[in-house]
């Protein structure tokens, strides 16, 4: 999906994955004459996730922030519930640009801060006491 709305541009692929069987899946189904595979392995019979790639923020050619950026919920509804966040091939430019010409080199012309190749995660669990 892609944005644009004046200086300020978006687009990212996005998919989203739940699983509340309790139990792991590996089934193949049928969408629109496609065959799909629907895998869900051990340690995601509770899943709950969303998932955005190849995710692109601009704000002219002064801010960029691109990477792929994951969310996920996993043993939802049980005492071992964890939440997940976490980012990969992160990049962010912070000035005047662009940081990367069209053929994703760097622009030798571009001036200011450019992070890049950063990655990220973080999990927050929590135990319910049983009464």
Request: negative net charge.
């Amino acid at each position: 999906m892609e944005l644009e709305l004046g200086p300020v541009a978006a687009g990212a692929d996005a998919a989203f994955r739940i699983n509340n069987t309790g139990h792991v899946v590996d089934e193949t189904i049928m969408v629109n004459l496609l065959e799909v595979r629907v895998q869900f392995v051990a340690g995601e019979e509770h899943h709950l996730g969303f998932s955005i790639v190849n995710a692109t923020l601009e704000f002219g050619d002064y801010v960029k922030l691109t990477g792929d950026y994951t969310f996920a919920k996993i043993d939802t509804g049980l005492d071992t519930e964890r939440t997940l966040i976490g980012a990969r091939n992160v990049e962010l430019f912070l000035g005047q640009g662009p940081a990367r010409l069209p053929n994703e080199s760097r622009n030798p012309d571009a001036v200011g801060l450019l992070i890049s190749g950063q990655a990220w995660a973080w999990c927050s669990s929590r135990t319910i006491a049983s009464h």
